[in-house]
Nanobody, 126 residues
Framework: QVQLVESGGGLVHLGGSLRLSCAASGRTFSNLAMGWFRQAPGKEREFVAAINWDSPSTYYGDSVKGRFTISRDNAKNTVYLQMNSLKPEDTAVYYC???????????????????WGQGTQVTVSS
């Protein structure tokens, strides 16, 4: 079992930055792939970014590519999402997820993750 706790959400203006953190506990973190998804009101959950257990492999959704960066610190059991150049359309609840799959095909799919955090709200004002 893995417990995930997100933090770092909040209100930011157009063009601003935020860094989300997701702290994991309960299982060997370094063996897990980690992902970030988001869900805006009335919309489906959307893939944002993912990182394989072997950090060099990262993947991004088209809408955030070039603006967001995912990283992980296995010593701290934490995954990060650095979000720059934020836009109002980035407003959503952001969820951290963990799973045992690898590769872009699987890690972009929410159903491939076994564990989820409770979410953190990100609001971007114009």
């Amino acid at each position: 079992q893995v417990q995930l706790v997100e933090s770092g959400g909040g209100l930011v203006h157009l063009g601003g930055s935020l860094r989300l953190s997701c702290a994991a506990s309960g299982r060997t973190f370094s063996n897990l792939a980690m992902g970030w998804f988001r869900q805006a009101p009335g919309k489906e959950r959307e893939f944002v970014a993912a990182i394989n257990w072997d950090s060099p492999s990262t993947y991004y959704g088209d809408s955030v590519k070039g603006r967001f960066t995912i990283s992980r610190d296995n010593a701290k059991n934490t995954v990060y999402l650095q979000m720059n150049s934020l836009k109002p359309e980035d407003t959503a609840v952001y969820y951290c997820a963990a799973g045992t799959y690898s590769g872009r095909y699987y890690l972009t799919q929410a159903t491939r993750y076994d564990y989820w955090g409770q979410g953190t709200q990100v609001t971007v004002s114009s």
